[in-house]
C-alpha cells in the first residue's frame, strides 16, 4: 500500500474528506482534511484541534505499520483559501468566490476570479467587470482539465463578530453584568 492510499484510506474511515497530502523531500508530511461534505443541510463546521488530533493519532499509527517513512506529520484543516482538487469539490463550492488559474492564457490572462457556477459540460465563472450598480457581468467557461489551480476566495466578516459584542441596543458592553448584577 502507498503512503497516500494508506492516509487516503485512514481519513476516510474516521469519517473525514482529505482534501490534500504532500510529501517534501526533509520527510514532512502534510495532511489536509475537511468534514464531508460541510456546509450543506446545516450549520457549517469546520475542522478543530480535536479533528487533527484524532487524524494524527490514527495516522502515525497507520504509516509504522505500512513502513511508510516520514520525518514528520502535520494534520490540518485546508483553511479558508481551501484549494479545489476535485470535480466534487467544484460542485459542492458552487456558488462560492474562487480564484482560477488556467493552465493556458484564455484573452491574455491566466487568472480569473468569480463565482463558481455549474454550466453545460464544465463550469462557468460569473466575473464581475466595474463597481457599484453598473457592474457588467461576464462568464468565463471552462472545464476541470483546463485548470492548473483554483481555490476559494477567503471570506472574513468582522462584522457578525462586532454584533455579539455590543447588547441588542447596540451600546459596547451592553448586557453584561458586573459587581453584583448593576450592568455597565
Do not use: N
Amino acid at each position: 500500500m502507498t503512503w497516500q492510499s494508506a492516509i487516503e484510506t485512514t481519513v476516510k474511515g474516521l469519517g473525514y474528506e482529505l482534501v490534500d497530502a504532500e510529501k517534501s523531500a526533509g520527510g514532512l508530511l502534510r495532511v489536509f482534511i475537511d468534514h464531508l461534505e460541510a456546509g450543506t443541510g446545516s450549520a457549517e463546521r469546520f475542522i478543530t484541534l480535536e479533528d487533527c488530533e484524532k487524524v494524527t493519532r490514527q495516522l502515525q499509527h497507520v504509516l509504522e505499520v505500512e513502513g511508510c517513512a516520514y520525518a514528520r506529520l502535520e494534520v490540518s484543516s485546508p483553511g479558508l483559501d481551501r484549494p479545489l482538487k476535485k470535480a466534487a469539490d467544484y460542485a459542492r463550492f458552487a456558488g462560492h468566490q474562487v480564484e482560477v488559474t488556467l493552465k493556458l492564457p484564455f484573452k491574455g490572462r491566466k487568472k480569473y476570479r468569480g463565482e463558481l457556477q455549474p454550466h453545460e459540460d464544465g463550469w462557468r465563472l460569473l466575473l464581475e467587470q466595474g463597481g457599484g450598480a453598473d457592474a457588467e457581468q461576464r462568464a468565463l467557461d471552462f472545464a476541470v482539465d483546463e485548470v492548473r489551480e483554483a481555490h476559494l476566495v477567503p471570506v472574513v466578516d468582522f462584522k457578525g463578530r462586532r454584533d455579539a459584542a455590543r447588547g441588542t441596543d447596540g451600546r459596547q458592553g451592553a448586557g453584561k453584568e458586573v459587581d453584583g448584577g448593576r450592568m455597565l
